[in-house]
């Protein structure tokens, strides 16, 4: 019964740490693509074996996006990776933003501001 007890006292805490942490800003360190992009610039993270990679490369090439690429099977790219504690490409990172997976309605959120019309 007491472990019980504790276990639902570690998912109580660890479920409250999460909902507190929710709002706090990421913290950027060494290697992480934001230190590159400013505030207008576009950085894709992306495997070449990556189909959704290569759908979201096609939506941007065809709307004349202007990014960078970093391949996540070079060092740069894993670093990158780590940096903002991506598990899974594509990862986009536009400005300051950081949109996770193909999700069209994100990257038009943040691509429209900047006059790209994608999605």
Known sequence: MRALWLLLIIGLVGGLHAYL?????????????????GDA??????????????????DFERANVRYRV????????DRAMQAIGAR????????????????????DEHLTPLGYRVY
């Open 88 to 107: 899974g490409v594509p990862v986009t990172v536009i400005g300051q933003n950081v949109v996770r997976g193909y999700n069209t309605a994100q990257l």
């Open 41 to 58: 610039r576009i950085v894709m993270l992306a495997a070449e074996w990556c189909g959704y990679c290569r759908k979201q490369q096609g």
């Open 21 to 37: 942490r929710r709002d706090a800003p990421e913290t950027i360190g060494p290697g992480d693509p934001r230190l590159e992009t």
């Open 70 to 77: 970093l391949d996540v099977d070079t060092p740069e790219g």
